[in-house]
């Protein structure tokens, strides 16, 4: 009798209990993201994105492996807004998690520092929200980056834009922070090169608080085009402020910030004119997979998606989804399909050229009405420029 008993207990936890083949049809996908710290309010854009095409994914029977469908899990630590943390994760994801894929983490300086750990392993990673030159001393091969704002195509772009609309002198204010500086770099020659004057251009703090000196400065200048090379936090402290002001310049540049949906919300009307870095719009005709992801992500989250990094984190999982279906999780097969194949995104074909997107042009967003629309270049642009 004992001995049925026992065989019996056996059989039911069994029976309960995921077998080892079970366990193994779910696919482990880790990833690291800054959801304290300085970067901290760029975070939701990502994670919203991630989190939309698991779950799209899943409901589609699974992700395609080469011809067979597993459901996957997303694993994730918050790294602090820390690059050094976000390399130490990755090491864990790969060593210790043994995740069969990664996303990537949020903004350049945590992309350039896991890029090291993706080598020493052989783990091939498909990027998203990293905008720097740097980008192209990485070692090709584990790391691609399907963005199109890199700060030598931005400042030739923008200038273009603004000398196409007339505009003959400018203010600049800019964070210390290195995306914003860089930009900076190539700016400048951009504008000087172009006979478009520069009455103002200061460096702020990542932390300030109050922007009053620099704008009252920036509209005593009183230049036909301002341009604010922010990140997110301080997008909104000068929009708050400039309104305080009446900082009425009639072009207006934020770098990062505006493509937020809080950024609409909170400013509503004010918010109208304001120029801003993105390469991708739901109205955008030529792109037929762009209109679905925005109204699936609006159905869960009730709001729009980051116009820029949460429509860079959805194609990062587009392309890596279509490489698997062909490749597998096998890491050369992987490496040599993204590296050599075209991918359809929301954002329209992408192809790598070592680890750079070729395809995708520089492009820039103006709110209008309440609505995102693209600008510049004319090739892809929604709408034409306005004046606030």
């Given at each position: 009798m004992l001995k049925k008993i026992a065989q019996g207990l056996a059989l039911a936890a069994a029976l309960s209990l995921p077998t080892a083949a079970q366990a193994a049809d779910t696919l482990k996908i880790g990833y690291s993201i800054a959801k304290t710290g300085l970067f901290s309010q760029a975070a939701p854009s990502q994670v919203n994105a991630y989190d939309l095409w698991a779950e799209q994914v899943n409901a589609a029977g699974g992700l395609n492996v080469a011809g067979v469908k597993h459901p996957i899990e997303l694993v994730w630590y918050d790294d602090e807004s820390d690059p050094v943390k976000s390399a130490q994760i990755y090491e864990r994801l790969i060593s210790d998690d043994k995740v069969d894929l990664l996303l990537a983490p949020w903004g350049t300086p945590h992309h350039l520092n896991i890029a090291g750990v993706l080598e020493q392993h052989g783990f091939p990673m498909v990027g998203n929200t990293a905008g720097s030159v740097a980008i192209r001393e990485v070692e090709p091969g584990n790391i691609w980056f399907p963005t199109a704002v890199l700060p030598d195509r931005i400042g030739p772009a923008l200038v273009d834009m603004l000398a196409a609309n007339g505009v003959k002198s400018v203010s600049i204010i800019a964070n210390v922070l290195p995306f914003s500086q860089e930009n900076l770099q190539f700016l400048v020659p951009a504008l000087e090169a172009a006979n478009i004057e520069i009455k103002m251009?200061?460096?702020?703090p990542p932390d300030i608080k109050d922007m009053t000196p620099l704008l009252t400065q920036m509209k005593s200048a009183n230049a036909d085009a301002v341009i604010a090379l922010t990140y997110p936090s301080d997008a909104f402290l000068y929009t708050g402020q400039a309104k305080e002001l009446g900082i009425t310049t009639p072009y207006q540049f934020l770098l990062i910030g505006p493509t937020i949906a809080a950024y609409k919300d909170a400013f509503g009307p004010v918010a109208d004119g304001i120029i801003t870095l993105g390469h991708w719009s739901p109205k955008q005709k030529d792109w037929p997979r762009a209109q679905p992801f925005f109204d699936a992500y609006v159905a869960k989250y009730n709001s729009a998606p980051d116009y820029l990094d949460s429509a860079l984190a959805y194609m990062s999982c587009e392309i890596l989804q279509q490489a698997v279906a062909k490749a597998g999780l096998d890491h050369d097969k992987l490496r040599e399909v993204i590296s050599n194949d075209t991918f359809d995104t929301i954002n329209g074909p992408v192809k790598f050229k070592g680890v750079e997107n070729i395809i995708t042009p520089s492009a820039?967003?103006?709110?209008?009405?309440?609505?995102?629309?693209?600008?510049?270049?004319?090739?892809?642009?929604?709408a034409d420029l306005i004046k606030r």
């Open positions: 251009n200061e460096s702020y820039f967003l103006q709110i209008q009405k309440g609505d995102m629309e693209l600008v510049w270049p004319k090739s892809i642009a929604t």
